[in-house]
């Protein structure tokens, strides 16, 4: 790695008649300290004009001139204003070179916010920076910029590759009742309406079903597992999902949140008397008076649970602890991809996390999908699989095709075939449930901690209704007859069907 850095230091007053060559000389010591012998930071070059000292500064992996500068600004702080009562104003860099080697060549072009130029020599990087200002180099983003271009690289060779899949267990074929789409069936009939983009008014007989599905799993999951229910926030700011991760890539799947800059109904007269007058709301007017996103609708279900526990040590005799939380709905832009109730933007979701040491959590892991698979079987009787994939963490960071190959963290997903779709071997099949142990990442995130050496573990699992409720309709129908037994018991009488004129 080499670095070069041309910036100036602004004192308060000119510096005339003040001999700084020997300050200069003593700052080496201090541009070496950290860094082994001959290999610190150097000064190439200076020049005084009043108030004004420009320096060069040049280093190699060691004691980097961005953090060089604030070492030499603090020296000549206590010298000067001790000496002569002169201060520092500031610190500007007019260019900061900076030359490394990556691991890979990029594939294409790479763009970053403050980057003036970056060009490519094989694996050799050349990053110019321009005009920055104290805040740009104290805060260290030079170094998360040289991060961001590795983990860009990275993320072009990963572009392409399909999400890591691997079969794991598979239940026998079952017939068939019929090949349609639930959706559209379930429509035809008044059971769901589709109200905007991705979202859907469940009628009666779909709510029953649904209801059921989440009865189903209170009791076959919940209740034997003695998990705690508790009701997390579907409004997530943007302190959650810097300590979650998922600042680092959700964008363009939020729907976002901005508050009024103003409750005052003068603010808001001119947007109300034109709806008044001309029945339509005038959105660009109302764009004039809402503040910048404060964050967004909850997007995963359980990152906004763990402010609850940031910062906290937990008790041993609460590990493993568990909560389920099911008091909203989740909202998620998904784009041109929306289907039906299988792929929607709006959806209603039970939530179930677990919290302890890591054997804890690899324990409950095993039997969450043990009891999985007897609702699915016994209670459903579906057809579905199991497969190991891309953590759904790593999937939303852009880290597309990796996966834990001991498979201790990591997700298991659950699909199920879909009928309407085609030949089981060709069409694609629905995820409709996952399992994931998520490792250490939540735990250290939120800096949640127990009493004991070992680093803690979370997992969870996001039991999806709409996604239960169109794989079981493209399996089993819409006539309650063709429904397994164990299921029609459950649900009891369908409610009588609303019918229009």
Known sequence: MKFTLDCSLIFTKPLKGIDLKSLIKESAVILERGAPEGKGARIDRVKLKDNRLDLRITSGRYVRPHDAVFRLKNLLSEELGKRYRIGIRGIKAEKYRIEFDVEKEPKEDIALPFAKKIRFDGKRCILELHNLDEEFLGKNYTDRMINLINEKIEKQHYEGKEEHWELIWQSKQKEPVWNKDPSEEMEKRNWIMHRGRGQWIFGPTATKIIKTMEQIVVDELLKPLNVNEVIIPKAVTWDVWKKSGHAKNLYGEIYYLCPPKSRDPRLWEEVTDIYKITGEVPTDLVKERIKEPIGGMCYAQCPPFWPYLAGKTISDEDLPMKIFDRSGTSMRYESGGIHGIERVDEFHRIEFVWIGYPDQVKKLNKEIVEYYRKIFNK????????????????????????????????????????????????????????????????????????????????????????????????????????????????????PKEIRFL
């Open 379 to 494: 209670i459903l009787d579906l057809e579905w699989r199991m497969a190991f994939v891309t953590p759904w963490f790593m999937a939303q960071e852009g880290l597309i095709g990796l996966a834990d190959v001991k498979k201790e963290v990591g997700t298991i997903d659950f699909e199920a075939y879909l009928p309407y779709k085609g030949p089981r071997k060709e069409s694609e099949w629905l995820e409709f449930q996952n399992a994931s142990n998520n490792g250490d990442k939540y735990p250290k995130g939120f800096n949640v901690k127990s009493r004991g050496k070992e680093q803690l573990y979370s997992g969870c699992t996001g039991i999806g209704l709409e996604r239960w409720l169109s794989a079981f309709i493209a399996q089993k129908g819409i006539d309650p007859e063709n429904w397994p037994k164990e299921f029609r018991k459950r649900v009891g009488k369908l």
